[in-house]
């Protein structure tokens, strides 16, 4: 659970019930009411396994086992980015004593008995330092939080919602490597919709778009899997990136969303169905080191080029390496 900036929540970690009494006195003159208490070493660890508290003030000598050994089991659970601050409260005044508490995980100490004045100064400097550790987790989470946004718009196409030109070229490269490493085939689906100048220039370019956003949810819809991808290419030009599948798979998928374009019932003048309708040239390979995406790029082109001349609204199926 998160806490709001001005909360501090301090763990007293002390088996004498008078020194207890009198350190929660002290924080509560600091506005700090209700302090979690614990006079063991298991139970310090239990409080801040469930509170995570900020501050721990620390007695060195507990019943059970010392608040070196607490102190050590803390600093292990805490995670990436946590931290606690822990003072130890100790009658010790050796500078091996004060040497070991630091190396055991204490940020501070206190002697004992505890000073109201120095108790309140140290309290404080450790809440300044909580305070700019909660302000750096802020600024680190909204740089996250923009970093991923900014990763989001430059692999994503304005216009569609899927993926651009750019994520497509990667996609497809780390596609290549996987299918040519397990020996899987991979398999390219080039979409193109038909007459779409025409479209354009009937229904305007408002309609247009709406049109692309359409078709590109379509062909999203039909690339559920890890190894699948659907990208808007250029223009009015889709693509489907296809791992772990043949030219069976990949004919059938291509039909599949020709099909679903289809269902959209959108109106266009220009087509036989009267409906906008899509065009697809389909080309699968065995990734070798003897082959290049650029030529399979361009045999999937060439076969989308075969089905616009073979009267569009179809699927074409080419062959690499046939340009």
């Not at 002390?14 to 614990?38: C, F, Q, R, W």
């Amino acid at each position: 659970m998160s806490k709001s900036k001005n909360s501090l929540k301090v763990l007293v970690v002390e088996d004498s019930k008078v020194t207890l009494k009198v350190l929660s006195n002290y924080l509560n003159t600091m506005g700090i009411d209700e302090p979690l208490l614990a006079e063991t070493g298991h139970q310090a660890v239990e409080v801040f396994k469930r509170e995570r508290p900020d501050i721990i003030l620390l007695d060195a000598k507990l019943p059970d086992f010392d608040g070196f050994d607490v102190a050590r089991r803390i600093r292990k659970m805490e995670g990436d980015g946590e931290w606690s601050a822990i003072i130890f409260l100790t009658a010790m005044s050796k500078d091996e004593d004060l040497a070991r508490g630091i190396a055991a995980g204490a940020d501070d100490y206190l002697t004992k008995p505890v000073s109201e004045v120095v108790f309140h100064a140290k309290v404080r400097a450790m809440q300044r330092l909580i305070d700019m550790q909660r302000s750096l987790i802020d600024v680190t989470r909204k740089l996250d939080k923009a970093n991923a946004e900014l990763l989001r718009l430059s692999t994503t196409d304005a216009l569609t919602g899927i993926a651009n030109r750019r994520s497509f070229d990667d996609f497809l490269l780390r596609e290549w490597r996987r299918c040519m490493r397990v020996k899987k085939p991979l398999s390219v689906v080039m979409l193109d919709v038909d007459y779409f100048k025409l479209f354009n220039d009937k229904y305007g370019h408002q309609a247009g778009d709406d049109c692309l956003k359409l078709v590109a949810l379509q062909i999203a819809k039909a690339a559920p899997r890890a190894t699948d991808m659907a990208s808007r290419y250029g223009g009015e030009e889709f693509m489907l990136v296809l791992g772990d599948t043949d030219e069976g798979g990949a004919m059938w998928m291509a039909d599949r969303v020709r099909q679903m374009v289809g269902d959209l019932k959108i109106k266009h003048y220009a087509t036989d169905s009267k409906y906008v309708s899509v065009s697809c040239g389909v080309v699968s390979v065995m990734p070798d080191d003897k082959m290049s995406i650029e030529q399979l790029l361009q045999s999937v082109d060439a076969a989308l080029y075969q089905a616009k001349r073979g009267g569009r609204d179809r699927v074409v199926a080419g062959r690499y390496g046939s340009i």
